[in-house]
């Protein structure tokens, strides 16, 4: 990629993921209205994009069926790029996330993502109710072969899906004599380990590494992908996103109390309990044992948290090593106002607006461009 890929000051591209956060005490419908909120938001203070991931059976996230909100949001926006980070593949019908994506590119050409992850995004009770099996992770290189498939309308003779088309796409428009090439959404490789590293580069696809999880060796496995990749058809090069959990806010003491709500939600789930994001004040008089404090101090620095500066500091500090070509900030907290702040202080720090982040190449601009 070229240098094009900066966004304002920052040495990235700067993208925005929200995973629609529903702290206790707040209505659904707030929640969505708060992500509607966000994506404007990004998409006028020049983000590059706009993600949501998929997630099922958590109070705190309401990202369920992240393509039904990005339908909404095409509506609400004009030109961020907008996509999901990801849709974990193993969990659906690979003809059905070509058919739905294959819409929402026809709703908003040019403007969609789709990041494929084989992660359950959930527990396994709620994985074996989605029909997920035992072995789904093994089948996913599989899964994503056949999608991509569906989305360009390739599978070879003999195949027994030869005759079977993902409508809107390709074979569509030739059926109704229709110019042109449906070009399908960007698609992406999602990971945190080698694994997804060396799928990405085999496919020549975009690679985005999530950090937010833990502490996963993003070096080790950008430099899997840059040694490994393959160009195709969508991209002549690597390309590399790093997303990360962050909170910024004016006050540095309200951004640490807003991480640290994030991160009792983490320690409720190795708890085995639901992952809800609690009001800051009964996390602070959580009167934890020493082995949680520790976890809840463990996530509330994984979680990068401060001022506009300092929180712009840890994100070049990652990119120094890891030579990202995009940071996408995953805003926690359970409050919405502060996720909306955390867009703006970062906004703010690098001289964003809507001329500099949109106009970062596609994987398709790349290849055009050579």
Same mark, same amino acid.
Not at 56 to 73: D, K, N, W
Not at 190 to 217: H, I, K, M, V
Not at 258 to 274: E, G, I, N, V
């Given at each position: 990629?070229?240098?094009?890929?900066?966004?304002?000051?920052?040495?990235?591209?700067?993208?925005?993921?929200?995973?629609?956060?529903?702290?206790? &005490?707040?209505?659904?419908? %707030?929640?969505?209205?708060?992500?509607? $909120?966000?994506?404007?938001?990004?998409?006028?203070?020049?983000?590059?994009?706009?993600?949501?991931?998929?997630?099922?059976?958590?109070? &705190?996230?309401?990202?369920?069926?992240?393509?039904?909100?990005?339908?909404?949001?095409?509506?609400?926006?004009?030109?961020?790029?907008?996509?999901?980070?990801?849709?974990?593949?193993?969990?659906?019908?690979?003809?059905?996330?070509?058919?739905?994506?294959?819409?929402?590119?026809?709703?908003?050409?040019?403007?969609?993502?789709l990041g494929l992850g084989r992660a359950p995004g959930?527990?396994?009770?709620?994985?074996?109710?989605?029909?997920?099996?035992?072995?789904?992770?093994?089948?996913?290189?599989?899964?994503?072969?056949?999608?991509?498939?569906?989305?360009? $309308? %390739?599978?070879?003779? *003999?195949?027994?899906?030869?005759?079977?088309?993902?409508?809107?796409?390709?074979?569509?428009?030739?059926?109704?004599?229709?110019?042109?090439?449906?070009? *399908?959404?960007?698609?992406?490789?999602?990971?945190?380990?080698? +694994?997804?590293?060396?799928?990405?580069?085999?496919?020549?696809?975009?690679?985005?590494?999530?950090?937010? !999880?833990?502490?996963? $060796?993003? %070096?080790?496995?950008?430099?899997? +992908?840059?040694?490994? !990749?393959?160009?195709?058809?969508?991209?002549?090069?690597?390309?590399?996103?790093?997303?990360? &959990?962050?909170?910024?806010?004016?006050?540095?003491?309200?951004?640490?109390?807003?991480?640290?709500?994030?991160?009792?939600?983490?320690?409720?789930?190795?708890?085995?309990?639901?992952?809800?994001?609690?009001?800051?004040?009964?996390?602070?008089?959580?009167?934890?044992?020493?082995?949680?404090?520790?976890?809840?101090?463990?996530?509330?620095?994984?979680?990068?948290?401060?001022?506009?500066?300092?929180?712009?500091?840890?994100?070049?500090?990652?990119?120094?090593?890891?030579?990202?070509?995009?940071?996408?900030?995953?805003?926690? &907290?359970?409050?919405?106002?502060?996720?909306?702040?955390?867009?703006?202080?970062?906004?703010?720090?690098?001289?964003?607006?809507?001329?500099?982040?949109?106009?970062?190449?596609?994987?398709? $601009?790349?290849?055009?461009?050579?």
């Open positions: 990629m070229s240098s094009a890929s900066a966004a304002g000051t920052a040495p990235f591209a700067l993208s925005v993921l929200d995973n629609a956060h529903t702290a206790v &005490g707040q209505d659904i419908t %707030e929640a969505f209205e708060g992500v509607i $909120d966000l994506a404007r938001r990004s998409e006028r203070r020049g983000y590059r994009r706009f993600w949501m991931s998929e997630h099922h059976a958590m109070p &705190g996230a309401a990202t369920s069926s992240p393509q039904l909100m990005l339908a909404r949001l095409i509506a609400e926006t004009s030109s961020i790029r907008l996509g999901a980070g990801g849709i974990m593949l193993p969990n659906h019908a690979p003809l059905i996330i070509a058919e739905q994506f294959g819409k929402l590119e026809a709703l908003a050409p040019g403007r969609i993502d959930t527990d396994t009770s709620t994985a074996a109710a989605l029909r997920r099996g035992h072995d789904a992770n093994d089948h996913f290189p599989a899964q994503v072969d056949e999608l991509l498939r569906f989305l360009a $309308d %390739e599978f070879p003779e *003999g195949h027994p899906y030869r005759n079977v088309h993902a409508v809107p796409g390709p074979w569509q428009n030739q059926e109704n004599r229709v110019p042109g090439i449906t070009t *399908g959404p960007d698609t992406w490789i999602l990971g945190s380990s080698p +694994y997804s590293a060396q799928l990405a580069a085999q496919l020549g696809r975009p690679y985005a590494f999530a950090l937010q !999880f833990g502490e996963a $060796d993003v %070096e080790t496995a950008f430099r899997i +992908y840059r040694n490994n !990749f393959q160009p195709s058809d969508v991209l002549d090069e690597p390309y590399t996103l790093v997303s990360l &959990g962050v909170v910024a806010h004016d006050d540095a003491e309200e951004a640490h109390r807003q991480a640290r709500t994030a991160a009792m939600a983490m320690l409720r789930m190795l708890k085995r309990q639901s992952y809800s994001l609690l009001p800051p004040d009964e996390v602070a008089s959580y009167a934890g044992t020493l082995q949680e404090e520790q976890i809840l101090d463990l996530y509330t620095r994984r979680f990068v948290n401060g001022t506009g500066p300092q929180v712009a500091a840890s994100l070049e500090s990652l990119h120094e090593r890891t030579d990202a070509d995009e940071i996408m900030l995953v805003t926690m &907290g359970a409050s919405r106002a502060v996720h909306a702040r955390t867009v703006e202080l970062i906004a703010d720090h690098y001289d964003l607006d809507a001329s500099t982040g949109t106009d970062v190449p596609t994987a398709a $601009d790349a290849t055009a461009a050579g």
